[in-house]
C-alpha cells in the first residue's frame, strides 16, 4: 500500500515535470517566433541629422561645384572599396572623400548584407571620412571574415532645407573584419 | 701557456703590420682615397584603383494629371467618372560621369516609399558600363551616361503638393569594361581596341598599317565601314561583322581559337578566309579571290558555312586528307555537294544557286 502511494506520487511528480517542461518550451518558442526583435533596423532620416559626423577631416578643396539642373542636386564620390573593420575599437577604417564640387551634404552607411551597421553624421562638401564608429551592438552581428555583400550608402541631403533628396547613391564595397 | 702567449703576440703583430699597409696605400695618394659606390634603380609602382564618380539628378517632379468629364447616371443619380490619368516629369534625368581609372558598371533602381506602392518607375538605362578615364580628357562624352526616369500607375487625389513618393538608387561597382563597346576611327584606336579585348565598333573606313593580332576575346563590329588590311586569330574569340574586309594578301586567317565571320564582304588577290587550325564559322558573306583560286582554305581546322554566301574560287579539298568544312543550311552560288553531310541534310539546284536544307 505505501509502495503504491510511494509510486503514484512519484508519477505525479514527473507528470507536473513534464508540464512545467512544456510550457516552458512553448513560451521560448512563442517568444522566438513573434516578440523576439532579430533586426533592429536602422531608420533613414528623412532630414539631415543635426550634428556633423566627428570624424570627418577638412580637405583643401576649393575646386568648382558640380553642374547641376536647376533644382536638382549632384554629389562627386571618391573611395577605396576596401573598408577594415575592427571588433576590438568597434570602428571603421575606410577611406571616403566627399568632394568640395558636391552640391549636397552626405550621410554615409556602411550596409553588410543589408543591414547598416554604420552610419556618420552630416558631412559636407570638402570633408574626407577615414573612420567611422560602428552602430551600438553592430560588433555583435559581425566575425572575423571578409564581406563582400556589402556597400557604403550615401544619403544626400540639401544643404539649406537639410531634406533628403530622392536619390541615393550606393558603391559596392568588401569588407574585411577584424578582432 | 707559452705557445698560446706566442700566438696572441703573433696575431697582434701581424694585424699591426696590415694596418701599417693600409695606411700606406692612403699616404701614396696624398691622403686621398676614392671608394666606388654602385646605384640601381628598380620599380615597383603598383598602380592603385581609385573609385571617383559623379552622380548629378535634376528635380525629380512629377505631376499626375486627370482629365476626364463627369456623366450623370440618371438610374443611380450619380456621377459616372469617366478620366484618364497622365503622368509628365521635370527633371528626371540621373547622370553617371567616371573619372575613375578603372572601367565602372551602375544600375539604377527606382523603389516607391510606403504608402506609394501604386506608383511605380521605370529608367531608359537600368544599367550601363562607363569605361576608365584613363588617356581621356575630363569632358570627354564616353565617359557619361544618363537614364530617365518615368512613372506610372495612379497617385491618389489627396496628394496635392509635391510629395516624395520614392527613391531611385544609383548603384556603382568596379567592372572589368568588357560590355563596353569602344569606338575605332583609326588604326591605332583599333589596334588598342582590339589588344583590351571586348567590343569595338568602327566609324569609318581604316587601312591598317600591319596585320591585325587578336589574342583576345574581341566583337569587332565594322558597322558597314570597310578594314583594308589582315585580321588573324590567334587563339581567342573573335567576331568580325558587318563589313568589308580588302586586302592584296588575304583577309583572314585563323591560327587557333573561334573565328565567327557575319555579313561580310572579303576580297583579295589571295585567298580570303585561310584556316590553319582552331574553328570558323561563315555566315552570310561573300568571299572572293580575285584571281579565281581557292576562296577558302583549310588545312588543320573545322570550318562551317550557313547562310546566304557567294563564294569566287573554290573551297580546298584534298583527295589525301581528310578536310573538316562543313555547309550547313543556307544558299550558295557554288554547288555544295562535296561538303555537305548527305544524311542530314538536302541539296537543290535553283537556278544559279543551290538551297541546302535539313531533312
Redesign the interface.
Known amino acids: 500500500m505505501e509502495k503504491s502511494e510511494k509510486q503514484e506520487k512519484q508519477r505525479r511528480l514527473i507528470i507536473i515535470a513534464l508540464i512545467i517542461g512544456m510550457a516552458v518550451c512553448m513560451g521560448v518558442t512563442i517568444w522566438a517566433l513573434f516578440f523576439r526583435n532579430t533586426q533592429e533596423q536602422v531608420l533613414i532620416p ?1 532630414y539631415a541629422p543635426q550634428a556633423a559626423e566627428q570624424n570627418a577631416e577638412p580637405l583643401s578643396d576649393n575646386g568648382e561645384k ?16 576596401s573598408v577594415n573593420i575592427s571588433l576590438a575599437d568597434k570602428t571603421a577604417y575606410l577611406n571616403y572623400t566627399h568632394p568640395g ?1 558636391s552640391t549636397q551634404d552626405i550621410v554615409l552607411c556602411i550596409e553588410i548584407n543589408g543591414e547598416i551597421v554604420a552610419q556618420s553624421g552630416t558631412i559636407e562638401p570638402g570633408n574626407r571620412l577615414k573612420k567611422l564608429a560602428l552602430l551600438d551592438g553592430a560588433e555583435k552581428k559581425l566575425s572575423e571574415g571578409t564581406y563582400t555583400d556589402a ?1 557604403f550608402r550615401v544619403l544626400s541631403y540639401d544643404p539649406e532645407s537639410g531634406e ?9 564595397i568588401t569588407v574585411t573584419v577584424e578582432k | 701557456m707559452k705557445k698560446a702567449i706566442s700566438l696572441a703576440l703573433a696575431l697582434s703583430l701581424s694585424s699591426v703590420l696590415s694596418t701599417t699597409a693600409f695606411a700606406a696605400a692612403i699616404e701614396e695618394n696624398g691622403g686621398k682615397q676614392d671608394i666606388g659606390v654602385k646605384a640601381k634603380y628598380i620599380e615597383n609602382i603598383v598602380t ?14 512629377f505631376t499626375y494629371s486627370v482629365s476626364g468629364s463627369k456623366i450623370w447616371n440618371v438610374d443611380e443619380h450619380d456621377y459616372d467618372l469617366e478620366s484618364e490619368g497622365k503622368w509628365s516629369a ?2 528626371n ?2 547622370s553617371v560621369t567616371n ?1 575613375s581609372n578603372t572601367p565602372i558598371a551602375a544600375d539604377v533602381t527606382y523603389k516607391p516609399l510606403a504608402g506609394y506602392s501604386e506608383v511605380t518607375g521605370k529608367l531608359t538605362k537600368e544599367s550601363f558600363e562607363l569605361p576608365s578615364a584613363e588617356g581621356k580628357t575630363y569632358d570627354d562624352a564616353s565617359l557619361t551616361e544618363t537614364t530617365e526616369l518615368t512613372l506610372s500607375g495612379e497617385l491618389s487625389r489627396d496628394v496635392t503638393k509635391m510629395t ?1 513618393v ?9 567592372s572589368d569594361g568588357s560590355s563596353i563597346v569602344k569606338e575605332a576611327a583609326t588604326y591605332a584606336e583599333l589596334k588598342d581596341a582590339i589588344a583590351q579585348g571586348g567590343s569595338v565598333k568602327l566609324t569609318g573606313d581604316i587601312t591598317l598599317s600591319s596585320r591585325i593580332n587578336c589574342k583576345k576575346d574581341a566583337v569587332i563590329d565594322l558597322d558597314g565601314h570597310t578594314i583594308t588590311g589582315q585580321i588573324m586569330n590567334n587563339n581567342s574569340e573573335v567576331t568580325v561583322k558587318n563589313g568589308k574586309i580588302l586586302n592584296v594578301d588575304g583577309t583572314i586567317m585563323s591560327q587557333k581559337g573561334t573565328t565567327n565571320l557575319i555579313n561580310c564582304y572579303m576580297s583579295t588577290k589571295a585567298t580570303p578566309v585561310y584556316v590553319m587550325g582552331g574553328t570558323v564559322n561563315i555566315t552570310d558573306c561573300t568571299l572572293i579571290n580575285e584571281t579565281g583560286n581557292y576562296s577558302l582554305i583549310n588545312n588543320n581546322g573545322a570550318v562551317y558555312i550557313s547562310g546566304t554566301n557567294s563564294f569566287t574560287g573554290e573551297i580546298y579539298k584534298s583527295a589525301n586528307k581528310v578536310i573538316n568544312t562543313n555547309i550547313l543550311a543556307g544558299t550558295y552560288n557554288f554547288d555544295p555537294t562535296d561538303f555537305v553531310d548527305a544524311e542530314n541534310f538536302t541539296i537543290t539546284q535553283d537556278g544559279e544557286s543551290w538551297v541546302v536544307a535539313a531533312k
Not at chain 1, 530622392?166 to 559596392?172: P, Q
Not at chain 2, 520614392?166 to 568596379?174: Q, R
Open positions: 528623412d558640380l553642374d547641376v539642373p536647376s533644382g536638382g542636386g549632384g554629389i562627386s564620390l571618391e573611395y577605396d572599396s564640387r556597400d533628403k533628396a530622392m536619390v541615393d547613391t550606393v558603391a559596392k | 592603385e584603383k581609385t573609385i571617383y564618380a559623379d552622380v548629378v539628378w535634376g528635380e525629380m517632379e521635370s527633371g534625368e540621373i573619372h516624395k520614392g527613391t531611385a538608387t544609383v548603384t556603382i561597382s568596379e
